[in-house]
């Protein structure tokens, strides 16, 4: 017999494991040997490092520009650290649904579109603020339209690359729990690292 206790034993034990497979930490056993935790999180780590210098090298592309004007270097930050905290927020939706089996070919365009449009959405939002905020404190309303629109783009990309990534990972039998926050926020750190200085460049800012 199967009882509502053991279901919803079943059911915390899944969402824990997803959580720590997330992070990228391990199993999250106590009792694991120091050596193998140790090895888990290490590759993923390094992993990350990889993207890392990635990131850093698209901010390279763009060395004479934020050379000319600091608060492109200043800012940067906040752009790729709100599209990876947005994709973070996609990933987290889709990966359990694609564990328990939930998300189907019928219902992925549905979701495809349905997390583009809450991107749009909460990126504008954002874009707005954040760009109403450095045209008022730097006095620059051409800067606060240019972060704005890095800010719009750098969400679509979070909220794409939050359902894509592991979908596609999931058509290649790699489990999106473990796999895929590293892509996503290399996508993200890489496309906030070049969209902001890229239309401060093209915008003349750091002319």
Known sequence: MITVDDIMHVIQQEAGEDILRLSRAGDGDINEPFLLTVRTRLIWLVVDL??????????GLFQREIAK????????????GMGGNAGTQTLAVVVRPLATNQLTRSNTRRM???????????GSALGLMIGLSVAVIFGNAMLGIVIGSAMVINNLVAGLSGI????ALEKFEIDPAVSSAVFVTMMTDVKGFFSFPGLAALAGLAG
Do not use: H, K
């Open 164 to 167: 894509l990534v592991p979908v």
């Open 69 to 80: 004007s600091a608060l492109l270097a200043v800012l940067m930050p906040i752009v790729s």
């Open 112 to 122: 495809i579109l349905r997390e583009f449009g809450i991107a749009l959405a909460n």
């Open 50 to 59: 990889g993207t890392a210098i990635l990131a850093t090298s698209v901010v």
